[in-house]
C-alpha cells in the first residue's frame, strides 16, 4: 500500500483503532479476561470476547452479526449524549457493542444493541435479548446478577434478568428531565460518563436526576437537507445556568430518598458511586476552586465530608477519583508544591515530581494508577501500604491496564507496538497476550525529540523521508493541539504522529510543540494558562519555532511557516495568523472555538472564570477582535452537526472576516460532528488541508 493512502487508512480503520482489543475487564476470580474487540482492522463492528487465562485460549462470547444484528446500532442522533462523547474521546468501535457491564463476579454481562438489552452468560457463551419496555441504554446488572438497571424514555428502569418485572423506579416529571444518564458537562468535562449505581446487596440504587429546563435551547439545523426539521437541544454556555444535578436513593418498591448537600455552594456532582462502605459522592463549586467528597446515609440521604480539596485557580478531577479501598482507605489526590500526589487518607504516598494521572482501579488494598515522572510518557504504577509505589511498565511509552483478583492486563503503546499491545499476567501463569487484528500503519513515524528554550518545551521534529542534510531548507508546518487536556508528544506513536509524518513527507518540516497548559508536567504548568488561555500557548509555539531554526541551522525556511490544527489546535492556529503574521503565513484552523462564550460552563469557566465577573478575559481570547486584521491565507473547516464547538464558532468568524473585507476560505462539512466520521469524508480532508497549504505557501 503506497504512503499517500495513510488518509485512507485512517478513515477506514477508526485511526487504526479498529481490531485492537479494548474495554478489558477481569471476572472475580480473576481466570478470565473479558475486552471488546472486531474481526479486522477495517471493521468497525464491536464483538464480545473472553481470554481463559488457565489455557491462553479466547472464544468469542457475543456477536452482533450472529444476533441478527448487522446496522450501525444506535442512529447518532438516538444516541444519549454521554454515549456520544465517551466514543469520540475513546476513538473506541463504531457500531455492533460498544461497551459492557457485568454482575460481581463477571459472569453476567449485559449489553445494549440498537437500543435492545441482551444479557451474555461469560462462562458458557449463551446470549439471549431481554424484552424491556423502552429503548435500553447504560444496562448494568445488579451485584449478584439478578436484575438489571437501564435507563429509557427518561425514566430510571429495573427488569429481571429473566425478562420479568419490567418497572420504572423513576420517572421524569417533564421531558427535559432524565434520570440515570449524565449531562453533557459531566461526560465531557469531569470524566462522569454514568449517573445510575447498584448497592452491593443489589437492593437499592444511587440515581442521578438531571433536569435541563434552566438550559439554554440551540437548535441545530441540516442545512444540507432542508426537509430535516432543526434539533433543539439544551446546552450550558459559559455564564448561564447549568442542568439542576441532584441525587436520589432509590429501593425496588419505587420509594425514593433526596441525597442533601449545599447544592447552592456545589452545584456540579462531579463523581459518586457505592461500594461496601456505602454511598458516596463528590461536588465542586461554580468555581471549580473547591470539592467535597461526601459519605450519604443510605438511610436519610444526609451527607458528611470525607475531605477537601481547594485550590487559587481550580480543582483538577481526574479519571476514576474518589475511590476507596476494601478496608475503607480513602484513594485521592492532593497537589503540592508542583506535584500531583497520589493520597490515601489525605497522605501523599507518591514521591515528588511524580505526576497522577488516573486512578484505574482498586484491588483489596492496592492502587492501580498512571503516573508521569516525564510528560512525554505514562506508566503504570501500584500502590499498597507494604510496598508502597511500584512502577510496573518500563518501556518507554504511554501505558495503561485493570487488575482484579492478583490478574494484570497491561496494554502498552511503545514505539515497537505502535496500535498497542495488551499482555495478561496472572500468578502462576505464563503471561498471555490478547491478539489484534489492528492494521499496521503504511508509514513509519520518525520523529525527533526535542526540548526547546528556557522552558524545555517538548517537541517532536518530523522530516520528510529521504532527507538529508545539505537538502536545502524546508517550508514549516506546525501541527500542535497546544492546550489543556491533551498532550501530543509522546514517546509512543499515536495517529497524530503518522498524520505529522504524512505532512513531512509532502514536503514539509513539521514542527509538534506541547505548551504551557498540557499535561503532565505538574500543577504550575498546567495552571500557567489561567485567566489567559491565547497569550502564553501562541508564545510558546513561536519560541519553539525560532528555537529548532537555531538549533538547526539551514533547515527551516522562515518565510514559509503554516500552521494546521483541530478544536483548541483550530484555535490556536487561528490565533497564529492573526496575531503573529509575521511569523506564521498560512493556517488551517478545523472545529476552532473562536468566541469562548460559545462553550460550556464546566470547561471554558475553569480557565477564564464567569464571564460576568471577568468579561475581558474572553475578550482577549476571542478572535472576532482580531478579524480586520487578518492578512494571511487561513482556511476554516466545520462540521455542520458539531454540538461540542458549535458550527456557530467558525460561522461568525467567517462573518466578521467578509465583514472587514477579509478574503478566506471555509470548507462546511454537512452532517458531520465535531470530529468526522465519514471516512470518505475524513480521508479527503487530509488531502484538502495539503492543497490549502501548498497554494498558500508558494509550493506548487
Known amino acids: 500500500m503506497p504512503t499517500d493512502?495513510?488518509?485512507?487508512?485512517?478513515?477506514?480503520?477508526?485511526?487504526?483503532?479498529?481490531?485492537?482489543?479494548?474495554?478489558?475487564a477481569v471476572t472475580a476470580d480473576g481466570r478470565t479476561v473479558l475486552f471488546l474487540r472486531s474481526r479486522a482492522g477495517d471493521d468497525p463492528t464491536g464483538r464480545l470476547w473472553a481470554l481463559d487465562t488457565d489455557t491462553g485460549e479466547e472464544r468469542l462470547i457475543a456477536d452482533p452479526a450472529a444476533l441478527g444484528d448487522t446496522d450501525a446500532g444506535v442512529p447518532g442522533d438516538g444516541l444519549p449524549e454521554a454515549e456520544r462523547i465517551r466514543r469520540e474521546r475513546a476513538r473506541v468501535l463504531g457500531r455492533g457493542i460498544t461497551a459492557y457491564a457485568t454482575d460481581a463476579t463477571g459472569r453476567t454481562a449485559a449489553l445494549a444493541l440498537s437500543g435492545t438489552l441482551l444479557l451474555a452468560d461469560t462462562a458458557t457463551g449463551e446470549v439471549r435479548r431481554v424484552p424491556t419496555a423502552t429503548e435500553v441504554h447504560d444496562p448494568r446488572p445488579d451485584p449478584t446478577g439478578r436484575r438489571i438497571a437501564y435507563a429509557g424514555?427518561?425514566?430510571l428502569r429495573v427488569v429481571g434478568a429473566d425478562g420479568r418485572d419490567d418497572r420504572a423506579l423513576a420517572e421524569p416529571e417533564h421531558e427535559e428531565v432524565r434520570y440515570g444518564l449524565p449531562e453533557h458537562v459531566a461526560a465531557e468535562s469531569m470524566h462522569r460518563h454514568r449517573a445510575h449505581w447498584w448497592s452491593p446487596d443489589g437492593a437499592r440504587l444511587l440515581v442521578a436526576r438531571v433536569d435541563e429546563r434552566p438550559l439554554r435551547r440551540l437548535h441545530h439545523a441540516a442545512p444540507a437537507d432542508p426537509a430535516r426539521p432543526p434539533r433543539t437541544h439544551r446546552y450550558p454556555l459559559a455564564g448561564t445556568a447549568n442542568a439542576e444535578v441532584t441525587?436520589?436513593?432509590?429501593?425496588?418498591?419505587?420509594?425514593?430518598?433526596?441525597?442533601?448537600?449545599?447544592?447552592?455552594?456545589?452545584?456540579?456532582?462531579?463523581?459518586?458511586?457505592?461500594?461496601?462502605?456505602?454511598?458516596?459522592?463528590?461536588?465542586?463549586?461554580?468555581?471549580?476552586?473547591?470539592?467535597?467528597?461526601?459519605?450519604?446515609?443510605?438511610?436519610?440521604?444526609?451527607?458528611?465530608?470525607?475531605?477537601?480539596?481547594?485550590?487559587?485557580?481550580?480543582?483538577?478531577?481526574?479519571?476514576?477519583?474518589?475511590?476507596?479501598?476494601?478496608?475503607?482507605?480513602l484513594v485521592?489526590?492532593?497537589?503540592?508544591?508542583?506535584?500531583?500526589?497520589?493520597?490515601?487518607?489525605?497522605?501523599?504516598?507518591?514521591?515528588?515530581?511524580?505526576?497522577?494521572?488516573?486512578?484505574?482501579?482498586?484491588?483489596?488494598?492496592?492502587?492501580?494508577?498512571?503516573?508521569?515522572d516525564e510528560p512525554t510518557e505514562t506508566h503504570l504504577w501500584s500502590w499498597d501500604p507494604a510496598a508502597g509505589a511500584v512502577r510496573l511498565s518500563?518501556?518507554?511509552?504511554?501505558?495503561?491496564?485493570?487488575?482484579?483478583?492478583?490478574?494484570?492486563?497491561?496494554?502498552?503503546?511503545?514505539?515497537?507496538?505502535?496500535?498497542?499491545?495488551?499482555?495478561?499476567?496472572?500468578?502462576?501463569?505464563?503471561?498471555?497476550?490478547?491478539?489484534?487484528?489492528?492494521?499496521?500503519?503504511?508509514?513509519?513515524?520518525?520523529?525527533?525529540?526535542l526540548r526547546l528554550g528556557p522552558r524545555e518545551l517538548r517537541a517532536a521534529l518530523f522530516l520528510p523521508a529521504g532527507h538529508r542534510p545539505g537538502d536545502?531548507?524546508?517550508?514549516?508546518?506546525?501541527?500542535?493541539?497546544?492546550?489543556?487536556?491533551?498532550?501530543?508528544?509522546?514517546?509512543?506513536?499515536?495517529?497524530?504522529?503518522?498524520?505529522?509524518?504524512?505532512?513531512?513527507?509532502?514536503?514539509?518540516?513539521?514542527?509538534?510543540?506541547?505548551?504551557?497548559?498540557?499535561?503532565?508536567?505538574?500543577?504550575?504548568?498546567?495552571?500557567?494558562?489561567f485567566a489567559d488561555i491565547a497569550a502564553p500557548v501562541l508564545a510558546d509555539q513561536v519560541d519553539a519555532l525560532h528555537a529548532t531554526a537555531a538549533l538547526r541551522p539551514g533547515l527551516l525556511d522562515l518565510d514559509r511557516v503554516g500552521i494546521r490544527g483541530w478544536s483548541f489546535g483550530g484555535?490556536?492556529?487561528?490565533?497564529?495568523?492573526?496575531?503573529?503574521?509575521?511569523?506564521?503565513?498560512?493556517a488551517v484552523a478545523g472545529a476552532a472555538p473562536t468566541d469562548h462564550r460559545l462553550y460550556d460552563t464546566h470547561w471554558k469557566e475553569r480557565f477564564l472564570g464567569h464571564p460576568d465577573e471577568h468579561p475581558e478575559r474572553y475578550e482577549a481570547a476571542s478572535l472576532?477582535?482580531?478579524?480586520?486584521?487578518?492578512?494571511?491565507?487561513?482556511?476554516?473547516?466545520?462540521?455542520?452537526?458539531?454540538?461540542?464547538?458549535?458550527?456557530?464558532?467558525?460561522?461568525?468568524?467567517?462573518?466578521?472576516?467578509?465583514?472587514?473585507?477579509?478574503?478566506?476560505?471555509?470548507?462546511?462539512?454537512?452532517g458531520a460532528g465535531h470530529a468526522p466520521a465519514d471516512p470518505g469524508t475524513a480521508e479527503h480532508l487530509l488531502h484538502h488541508q495539503l492543497d490549502f497549504l501548498r497554494r498558500s505557501l508558494g509550493l506548487g
Open 5 to 24: 493512502s495513510l488518509p485512507r487508512q485512517l478513515a477506514r480503520t477508526g485511526r487504526l483503532t479498529f481490531g485492537a482489543p479494548a474495554a478489558p
Open 153 to 155: 424514555g427518561g425514566a
Open 247 to 329: 441525587l436520589w436513593l432509590l429501593d425496588l418498591d419505587g420509594s425514593r430518598t433526596e441525597v442533601r448537600w449545599d447544592r447552592a455552594g456545589f452545584e456540579y456532582l462531579t463523581a459518586a458511586g457505592w461500594d461496601a462502605h456505602g454511598p458516596y459522592a463528590a461536588v465542586q463549586s461554580r468555581d471549580q476552586r473547591t470539592v467535597l467528597t461526601l459519605a450519604v446515609d443510605p438511610a436519610d440521604g444526609t451527607t458528611r465530608v470525607l475531605a477537601e480539596r481547594h485550590d487559587e485557580h481550580w480543582v483538577e478531577l481526574l479519571p476514576g477519583l474518589p475511590a476507596r479501598t476494601a478496608a475503607g482507605s
Open 332 to 372: 485521592d489526590t492532593a497537589d503540592h508544591g508542583d506535584t500531583r500526589h497520589l493520597t490515601v487518607d489525605g497522605t501523599p504516598v507518591t514521591p515528588p515530581g511524580l505526576q497522577l494521572r488516573a486512578v484505574l482501579g482498586t484491588d483489596g488494598e492496592q492502587v492501580l494508577f498512571t503516573a508521569s
Open 394 to 449: 518500563h518501556e518507554p511509552g504511554t501505558h495503561t491496564g485493570v487488575r482484579r483478583a492478583g490478574t494484570l492486563v497491561h496494554t502498552a503503546r511503545t514505539p515497537d507496538a505502535p496500535t498497542g499491545r495488551t499482555t495478561v499476567h496472572r500468578p502462576g501463569r505464563p503471561a498471555a497476550t490478547l491478539v489484534s487484528h489492528a492494521q499496521t500503519p503504511v508509514l513509519t513515524a520518525r520523529p525527533e525529540p
Open 472 to 529: 536545502g531548507p524546508l517550508p514549516v508546518l506546525l501541527d500542535p493541539y497546544g492546550g489543556p487536556a491533551t498532550a501530543k508528544v509522546s514517546a509512543a506513536p499515536h495517529w497524530w504522529d503518522l498524520t505529522s509524518q504524512w505532512f513531512a513527507d509532502q514536503g514539509f518540516a513539521v514542527l509538534v510543540v506541547d505548551g504551557r497548559g498540557t499535561p503532565g508536567r505538574g500543577p504550575r504548568w498546567e495552571k500557567s494558562v
Open 571 to 586: 484555535f490556536l492556529a487561528a490565533l497564529a495568523v492573526l496575531r503573529r503574521p509575521d511569523v506564521f503565513h498560512a
Open 624 to 670: 472576532f477582535p482580531d478579524a480586520p486584521g487578518l492578512r494571511r491565507p487561513l482556511l476554516l473547516i466545520h462540521g455542520l452537526a458539531d454540538d461540542n464547538v458549535l458550527p456557530a464558532h467558525s460561522l461568525r468568524l467567517s462573518a466578521a472576516l467578509l465583514a472587514a473585507g477579509r478574503p478566506h476560505e471555509f470548507l462546511p462539512l454537512p
